[in-house]
T-cell receptor, first 118, second 112 residues
Framework: EAGVAQSPRYKIIEKRQSVAFWCNPI?????LYWYQQILGQGPKLLIQ????????DSQLPKDRFSAERLKGVDSTLKIQPAKLEDSAVYLC????????????????FGSGTRLTVV | GQQVMQIPQYQHVQEGEDFTTYCNSS?????IQWYKQRPGGHPVFLIQ?????EVKKQKRLTFQFGEAKKNSSLHITATQTTDVGTYFC????????????FGTGTRLKVLA
C-alpha cells in the first residue's frame, strides 16, 4: 500500500513569510495528524482530524497556524507569518479510526517537511 | 498536563550488548505505543500494548507495559548496528482523550 505522502520535502523561508504543507494520508485512514518535531525532541501534536472534523487543536498556535482537511482526505497546514522558532520538521501521520483504545495498528508517518526560517 | 519522560536520553553500546529504555508517564495511560526513528527519518510504528502487565516480543525486542499502566520499557537483546536510532514511546491518558503524547525519546548508538 502507498504510504503517507507529504510535500514539499524541504522549505526555506524568511521570517514573516507564509508557507503551506500538503499531506495525502493512506487511503481509508479516518484519522490524520500534524506533528511538529524540533531537532532533538519528540513529535508534538499540533492538530488531529477525524474524517474532516477537528478532534484536537489545543496545541496549535492559532494566531499563525491553520489547518484544514477537505472532504476528509488531503490536508494542508499553513503558517502565516512564520517565526524563527517555527524551524522544525512537520510530520503528517494517519491511522485507522483512533477513537477507541484497542490495537488500531499505530500511526503511519510521512517523510515530513523540513522547514527552515531565516 | 500529561508528561511522558524517557530515560536514558542517550545510550552508546558496543554491538552485541543489551539495551533498555524506560518510559514514564505522569498519568495513567490507556495504552502505549513504541516507535523507532532512524537518523534523518520519520517515526516508524513498532508495537502497541494495551493490557496492564502485558509483555510482547518481536525477535530481539521485548516490550513491557507496567502493572499500573504508567510506565513501559523496551529491551533489545544483543544489539546490532541496524538498531541505531531514537526510540519513542507514546500514549494517551485514560481520562477520555485519544491524543497520543510522545515521550522525550532515547537515542541509541551502537558501536561496531
Amino acid at each position: 500500500e502507498a504510504g503517507v505522502a507529504q510535500s514539499p520535502r524541504y522549505k526555506i523561508i524568511e521570517k514573516r513569510q507564509s508557507v503551506a504543507f500538503w499531506c495525502n494520508p493512506i487511503s481509508g485512514h479516518a484519522t490524520l495528524y500534524w506533528y511538529q518535531q524540533i531537532l532533538g525532541q519528540g513529535p508534538k501534536l499540533l492538530i488531529q482530524f477525524q474524517n474532516n472534523g477537528v478532534v484536537d487543536d489545543s496545541q496549535l498556535p492559532k494566531d499563525r497556524f491553520s489547518a484544514e482537511r477537505l472532504k476528509g482526505v488531503d490536508s494542508t497546514l499553513k503558517i502565516q507569518p512564520a517565526k524563527l522558532e517555527d524551524s522544525a520538521v512537520y510530520l503528517c501521520a494517519s491511522s485507522l479510526d483512533a477513537s477507541w483504545w484497542g490495537d488500531f495498528g499505530g500511526y503511519t508517518f510521512g517523510s515530513g517537511t523540513r522547514l527552515t526560517v531565516v | 498536563g500529561q508528561q511522558v519522560m524517557q530515560i536514558p536520553q542517550y545510550q552508546h553500546v558496543q554491538e552485541g550488548e543489551d539495551f533498555t529504555t524506560y518510559c514514564n508517564s505522569s498519568t495513567t495511560l490507556s495504552n502505549i505505543q513504541w516507535y523507532k526513528q532512524r537518523p534523518g527519518g520519520h517515526p516508524v510504528f513498532l508495537i502497541q500494548l494495551v493490557k496492564s502487565g502485558e509483555v510482547k516480543k518481536q525477535k530481539r525486542l521485548t516490550f513491557q507495559f507496567g502493572e499500573a499502566k504508567k510506565n513501559s520499557s523496551l529491551h533489545i537483546t544483543a544489539t546490532q548496528t541496524t538498531d541505531v536510532g531514537t526510540y519513542f514511546c507514546a500514549g494517551p491518558p485514560s481520562s477520555g482523550t485519544y491524543k497520543y503524547i510522545f515521550g522525550t525519546g532515547t537515542r541509541l548508538k551502537v558501536l561496531a
